[in-house]
Structure formats: C-alpha cells, structure tokens
C-alpha cells in the first residue's frame, strides 16, 4: 500500500508538471514580467528534462518553414556587386501573425511581378520599404529553399534585385539591377 503523502505529492507533482511545461512553452509569444520569473525558476527542472522551448519558435500555423517562402534583404554598397555583404531585414509581426502573413505576401507577390518583367509595377511596391531604410544602397529578394526545389533551382539567383540611388532632397529613385540569367557576356576566343 503507498502511503498517502506519497500519494499526495504525486497528486500535485504531475499537474505541476504539465503547468510548468506549458507555461514555458506559452512563453514564447508574449510573455509578462510575471510569466518570465516562473520559467526562470522552472528553467533548471526544464533543461533537465530536455523541455525548455527558449529560443525556439512557436507558430500558430502547421509549418512556418512552409509558409516563409521569400525574404528581403539588404545591402549598404551601391552598386549591388556580387561580393556585396547582404543582411535580412527584420520581418515585421511574429510567425503565424497576420503582419507575417502579409508581408510573406507583399515579398511573393513582387517576386513574381519582377519575374513577369514588370519591373515598374515591382519597384513602386518595395519603394516605401527602400525608402524606410535609409542605410541601405540595395534590396533583394531571395527565395527560401523548400523540399519542392531541386539544387538547380536552390541556386538560382535572386528573383529581384535593386540598386537605390538617394538624393539630397531624400528622393528615392530605383533601378534594378539584371540577373546573370537576362545579362549577356561577350565571350572572345584565344583563336581571333
């Protein structure tokens, strides 16, 4: 026969479990002051049991990794070399977020107007964002690889591509910059 204390504490013990386990993992979206310090202290019983979710991302979605399918980045070297140093720009809103969404959206849908060569209508769409970076001299974007891509397609370059020139009344004027695969190179033979 288990005695009743023993009864009692695996009683509180595993409820308290399955609190701590999900406050930790409600943690991740927008936790209070409150909220912080008990999985502070809860941290050490949750590293022990290979459940604490810090610095994981939790989506409200099926996949995130399926839903992020392009992202923008930017450069402060004008012109876009090929040696340029690009950088993510922040994303707005957390994933599953409709903010997310929308600028997955935003992000997909000017890929797909550049590829169309609607170079125009794909510069008037990411203007206000070039034009809320002031340190940067060039954006792209670039596709996410998926499990649907093959390596030719993983190496593709950018679907967009564009140079930002300011000037001193802080217009913004764009010109995008051609990928390898519109650009043709002169080749000269060793036999001319």
């Known amino acids: 026969m288990i005695h009743p204390n023993i009864r009692l504490a695996v009683w509180l013990l595993i409820p308290l479990h399955f609190v701590v386990v999900g406050l930790s993992y409600l943690s991740l979206v927008a936790p209070s002051n409150l909220h912080t310090q008990v999985v502070d202290v809860a941290r050490p019983y949750l590293m022990l049991l290979h459940l604490d979710a810090e610095g994981s991302i939790l ?37 599953g977020a409709d903010r ?14 550049s590829e169309a060569d609607q170079a125009a209508l794909a510069g008037r769409l990411i203007e206000p964002i070039a034009m809320m970076n002031p340190a940067a001299g060039a954006l792209r974007i670039v596709r996410e690889p998926d ?46």
Not at 101 to 113: K, P
Not at 154 to 179: C, N
């Open 59 to 95: 989506s409200f979605s099926t996949d995130a990794k399926a839903e992020k399918t392009h992202r923008l980045q930017q450069t402060e070297s004008t012109p876009a070399d090929r040696e340029s140093i690009w950088t993510d720009v922040l994303e707005p809103g957390f994933v």
């Open 100 to 113: 997310q969404r929308r600028w997955q959206r935003l992000l997909v849908t000017i890929a797909q107007v």
């Open 147 to 192: 499990l649907m891509t093959n390596v030719v397609d993983d190496a593709a370059e950018p679907p967009y591509t564009v140079a930002i020139l300011r000037s001193d009344d802080s217009a913004v004027r764009l010109v995008r910059v051609p990928s390898r695969r519109m650009a043709a190179e002169s080749v000269r033979g060793d036999d001319e």
